[in-house]
């Protein structure tokens, strides 16, 4: 059983930056595709950002791109996301989550294991 916690979020200024860590135990880190998603009050959960096993290979969903990066540490079994020119709209809880598959998907029902989320607010 794959266990997923989340480092703790925090409050930013607008234009600020943010970095998260998720740190992965119980399973086989280094052969899954990891990922972030993220859900605001009222709003359905959406997708982030994925990185593939070896970490050369990353989507982004278009509302981020430019702005946050994300990366992994096998030797750590960490995933990071890194968040720059942080915007309002960024408000949400973010969620780590794994999947044993390789694709970069973006469909939240498609990882199995999700971390307990981490509040990340942006202020104006």
């Known amino acids: 059983q794959v266990q997923l916690v989340e480092s703790a979020g925090g409050l930013v200024q607008s234009g600020g930056s943010l970095r998260l860590s998720c740190a992965a135990s119980g399973g086989t880190f280094s052969r899954a595709t990891m990922a972030w998603f993220r859900q605001a009050p009222g709003k359905e959960r959406e997708f982030v950002a994925a990185i593939n096993w070896g970490g050369d290979s990353t989507y982004y969903a278009d509302s981020v791109k430019g702005r946050f990066t994300i990366s992994r540490d096998n ?50």
């Open 75 to 124: 030797a750590k079994n960490t995933v990071y996301l890194q968040m720059n020119s942080l915007k309002p709209e960024d408000t949400a809880t973010y969620y780590c989550a794994a999947r044993a598959g390789r694709w970069l998907l973006t469909t939240s029902t498609m990882y199995s294991y999700w971390g307990q989320g981490t509040q990340v607010t942006v202020s104006s």
